[in-house]
């Protein structure tokens, strides 16, 4: 199998797994337990929130939650004003929000899928951006929305999980959600930075664990976490000439039958969005069912819905499910996407010469 599926999890780094397998086999103890075990225990959750937040901004703190799902709604619940996002946010945002039935203002996005930062009205308590898109890896400009919501009293809240370790986080940001299986770390664990002087209402209740977040949190899963963090940060350079190298040749090889979707310059390039006219999506995807790739959101998928990412930079419903995204990063070898390419070129081609 050829994994092409980066933007729906990263595979686990060895690193990050070694850090874990200590917690997993021996150090069984709960940190948050007064003895010696649970402090060695609580420890090893400290390195890795540092970890953590070396990539972060300053003058904030780390608090481990289960996802960047639950991150996103504790920040959303967490306001009680008026909230403004883009049309091409992930559903943990948008559903989110439309459900606290507060007043909400979507924002449009260009043919690129990039948004014009605009005045915020009165009244409004949090904007929520991506940082890097799911979907078609468009790079928002965070730091204009965050100038913008801060004129009107509101918070910005960054959705990181694509671009954490990837692209710089501006430090106008009041939140960040991030994800440890979008950077080789483990599932099931994810963040929310929160700004010194923001206090957000619990959304889980119980022991208070993290200050305002409940629940016993798991040693393994947060050095995991740490760990693929640290080398976010020791193989960052590495890691951008490789994604660029590999874009570069996978543009070159899909050739001009193939049109990307969204910005080619103003995006993260490990994320190759792209369209075939008259292409049957499902029929690639059983056709070459040794590659791992996406038709769009991993979350969506199998629903039978039209991305809404891509409807919303004026693609109609045919070049929308037209569409495929190829995602590859530290570990796809040259090698193996450019098989990968062929295979499919070969397979649209059979479809329609």
Not at 50 to 73: I, K
Not at 243 to 257: C, N, Q, S
Not at 298 to 304: I, L, M, N, T, V
Request: charged share 20%; aromatic share 4%; proline share 5%.
């Amino acid at each position: 199998m050829i994994y092409l599926d980066y933007q729906a999890t990263t595979p686990l780094a060895p690193e990050a797994l070694k850090a874990m397998l200590p917690w997993l086999e021996q150090g069984h103890a709960n940190p948050h337990s007064p003895h010696r075990a649970g402090r060695q225990a609580r420890a090893a959750v400290e390195v890795a929130r540092d970890q953590v937040a070396a990539l972060l901004p300053t003058g904030g703190r780390v608090v481990f939650t289960s996802g960047a799902t639950e991150a996103l709604n504790w920040a959303i619940k967490g306001v009680s004003g008026g909230i403004v996002t883009t049309a091409i946010e992930h559903a943990a945002v948008l559903d989110t929000a439309r459900a606290t039935g507060r007043p909400l203002t979507v924002l449009p996005v260009d043919g690129e899928g990039l948004v014009t930062p605009e005045s915020m009205a009165e009244g409004t308590a949090l904007v929520a951006a991506m940082l890097v898109n799911n979907e078609i890896g468009t790079i928002q400009p965070i730091a204009a929305l965050a100038g913008h919501a801060h004129r009107v009293g509101a918070w910005m809240l960054c959705d990181a999980v694509q671009g954490y370790g990837r692209i710089a986080i501006p430090d106008g940001v009041d939140l960040v959600a991030l994800s440890a299986h979008k950077i080789h770390g483990p599932k099931g664990i994810g963040a929310l930075w929160i700004r010194d002087g923001i206090t957000l209402p619990p959304l889980l209740h119980g022991g208070d664990q993290e200050g305002g977040r409940s629940g016993t949190l798991s040693p393994a899963l947060c050095a995991g976490f740490g760990a693929a963090a640290r080398l976010m940060a020791t193989h960052a350079e590495a890691d951008r000439v490789h994604v660029e190298r590999l874009w570069t040749l996978a543009v070159e090889r899909l050739g001009p039958d193939w049109t990307v979707n969204g910005s080619t310059t103003r995006r993260y390039h490990g994320n190759l969005n792209v369209r075939r006219e008259g292409l049957d999506v499902a029929r690639l995807m059983s056709d070459c069912r040794d590659i791992a790739f996406s038709a769009g959101s991993a979350c969506a998928s199998g629903s039978g819905r039209t991305s809404h990412v891509l409807t919303a930079l004026g693609l109609n419903g045919a070049q929308a499910k037209s569409s495929i995204r190829l995602g590859f990063g530290r570990y796809t070898t040259e090698a193996e996407l450019l098989q990968a390419l062929d295979q499919l070129v070969t397979a649209a081609k059979v479809q329609r010469p």
